[in-house]
């Protein structure tokens, strides 16, 4: 196989360092977007980095040079630098679309998340899904992935369960299969190898919240103690912070909590399992203390 030459943007997240380190295993050739040079530590094989802002386009000319496939996991969770959602994923997105475009890259992967398309009156996904609409547009060979919680995202459940009971809204059947990061790298590169369009990727293990707070429980090995609150105080939650608050306080709040009042359960992926992931974290926990 000829090296394709590949550019991941959102490199020094979660799923970005995942992504670097498989391309990598599968020979390919990769730079990466850092915002400033003391990110290079970071990485330990990568081929070149390319220091630029996101938002500021005339600092990306040239960033995709050269390149076959860009992969995107550029967006924010937790907003600052008085940042927005539509500044960062979707604008910082489409910066790079545009250069992409210019030099005919071959093909073009976004990172959504699941039921993105279904939940545009969220902020966060008003402004990834603005972006998903422009690629679809843009006549570039486009892959989507629409993942499912991170194995990391869970970890509000142990931290939690560590105070001996987790406190979940409504019955706690509703049901979701989070994916590691790992995991889900390897499916995003299959993906762009094999021309999927769109796909959304969980885990091999489907919990319901109530067997995720008990297997969360049983990590700290504490007795099982979950507490239902009424759906209403869910439901009050996202407008008051909807309405005293701006989307950068509510934003991740909001979508954590939509996302808890629904089943998400993504295409079944991967071989690792949440229960070694949360035995690993409460180690780390212990040992941090």
Request: proline residues 2%; hydrophobic residues 40%; charged residues 30%.
């Amino acid at each position: 196989m000829n090296t394709k030459n590949a550019l991941v943007a959102g490199a020094t997240g979660y799923l970005g360092k995942y992504l670097v380190k498989e391309l990598k295993k599968r020979g390919y050739w990769i730079r990466v977007l850092i915002r400033k040079e003391e990110q290079k530590h970071i990485f330990d094989s990568v081929d070149e980095f390319f220091v630029g802002q996101i938002t500021k386009p005339d600092t990306l000319k040239g960033i995709t040079k050269n390149i076959d496939w860009v992969f995107t996991t550029l967006g924010i969770t937790r907003q600052k630098d008085g940042m927005t959602y539509m500044d960062v994923d979707y604008k910082g997105n489409s910066n790079l679309l545009k250069m992409a475009v210019q030099d005919k890259v071959k093909s073009f992967q976004y990172i959504s998340a699941i039921n993105g398309d279904k939940l545009r009156h969220l902020k966060i996904f008003e402004a990834k899904e603005k972006f998903v609409d422009e690629l679809k547009a843009s006549k570039l060979d486009y892959s989507i992935m629409r993942p499912n919680g991170f194995f990391s995202d869970m970890g509000d459940f142990l931290k939690m369960a560590k105070g001996g009971r987790v406190y979940l809204f409504g019955h706690g059947n509703y049901k979701l299969n989070p994916i590691d990061g790992e995991d889900l790298a390897k499916v995003c590169i299959d993906n762009m190898e094999k021309k999927v369009k769109e796909e959304t990727v969980g885990g091999i293990d489907v919990f319901t919240q109530n067997e995720l707070a008990e297997l969360a429980l049983k990590s700290w090995k504490k007795p099982i103690k979950i507490s239902h609150l009424p759906d209403w105080i869910r439901q009050f939650t996202i407008w008051f912070l909807r309405t005293f608050t701006s989307s950068k306080t509510y934003g991740p709040i909001e979508f954590f909590l939509t996302a808890m009042a629904n089943d998400n359960i993504a295409t079944k992926y991967g071989s690792k399992q949440l229960k070694d992931f949360f035995e690993l974290e409460v180690l780390k926990m212990k040992n941090h203390n």
